[in-house]
């Protein structure tokens, strides 16, 4: 079994449409992270949580809200979807762990979810 | 000036050959360097981790050089199934703080026969 699940891994949304992506680990990590990514732009980073309390913004977080209901789930939701949010978001997953010295900080990430907004 | 940029490519070598990619950041606090692989429609994975010294997994060498502030990433002898995208991956921040991993855009590696 996959150790971060993503669902749904493909949606097609209308236009002012709430929709909801899942992300699930079983890493045990306390890290969780929602990114999107489009194509020439590279991944950028919309939101991010350090523990079941913790809700930060990331670089592109209009628009966009998440939930931490649990260490082990992370969701990001779409309040009113437009067209140019149309991307693959992936979630992540990442310990912090020494490494030559320093922390070192590996992310793992599901498998993506492909979002297509009409 | 994006904060770290690489080079898009395509790269297109024949099986056999050595290819090097580059990188370079703009945040000189950076601390933590990183080359996470993806192929296609599937998600970034972690390739090797980048060290001062440099370092070496197999065919993949890594190097750093923090005074140009580049990190460049060398495969010899290229399979077919280093076919992907190369991301260039950048921590701005060490020690037990959170610091924001900014990715590249990504090189494009094609491998042919």
């Known amino acids: 079994d996959a150790d971060v699940t993503q669902t749904p891994r493909n949606r097609i949304t209308k236009t002012g449409k709430r929709i909801m992506l899942e992300c699930s680990q079983t890493?045990?990590?306390?890290?969780m992270y929602w990114y999107r990514q489009d194509p020439g732009l590279g991944l950028r980073l919309i939101y991010y949580s350090f523990d079941v309390k913790d809700i930060n913004k990331g670089e592109i977080s209009d628009g966009y809200s998440v939930s931490r209901q649990a260490q082990a789930k992370f969701s990001l939701s779409l309040e009113s979807a437009i067209p140019n949010q149309t991307a693959l978001y992936f979630c992540a997953t990442s310990d912090l762990g020494p490494q030559g010295g320093l922390y070192q900080e590996t992310q793992y990430f599901g498998p993506g979810t492909r979002l297509l907004v009409l | 000036r994006k904060e770290v940029e690489q080079d898009p490519g395509p790269f297109n070598v024949p099986e056999g050959a050595t290819v090097a990619f580059n990188c370079t950041y703009s945040n000189s606090a950076s601390q933590s360097f990183f080359w996470y692989r993806q192929d296609c429609r599937k998600e970034p994975k972690l390739l090797m981790s980048v060290y001062s010294s440099g370092n070496e997994d197999g065919r993949f060498t890594a190097q750093l050089n923090r005074a140009s502030q580049y990190i460049s990433l060398l495969i010899r002898d290229s399979k077919l199934s280093d076919s992907a995208t190369y991301l260039c991956?950048?921590?701005?921040?060490?020690?037990?703080?959170?610091?924001?991993?900014?990715f590249g855009q990504g090189t494009i590696l094609t491998v042919h026969p």
């Open positions: 890493k045990g990590h306390d890290r």
């Open positions: 991956v950048v921590n701005s921040a060490g020690g037990t703080s959170y610091g924001k991993l900014t």
